[in-house]
């Protein structure tokens, strides 16, 4: 008799931490949800353009360290995914950005790669949830 696995795929890992993301995002005010919509459809682009390192000090510049900032929230959901994932050399660090700057080439890449795959899921629950952002 075959046994039945409970373990979830990387893939569902992230989907389920996603959703919780957006589901707290959507009990945010109106303006929250749409800029955060906006943001999580962007950041890709910006990372494969500009980097991992600079996207992040972009939603820190404009997040300006307040927690109900969208840009804020972004930079939060990111960094406890990657937090939670990424096998650090140094995690002594205590911020995302700073753990970013002082990491190997390889850990970076890996780093990337991941936020890129749990922004994914974020774009997609954003897209399904939240309500699109008004043309600036």
Known sequence: MASVSFQQTKEQERAKAAWADVQAVDRKPPDVKRKYRGLVLKLPVMI???GLGQALAF?????????????????????NWLFREIRWADANHATL????????SETYRQATTEALSYLHWLRRFAEAVLPEPEEE
Do not use: C, M, W
Request: net charge neutral.
């Open 48 to 50: 494969l353009t500009n």
């Open 59 to 79: 939603l820190k510049s404009k997040g300006k360290g307040d927690a109900n900032d969208p840009h804020e929230i972004v930079y939060a959901h990111l960094q």
């Open 97 to 104: 950005i700073e753990r970013i700057f002082n990491t190997t």
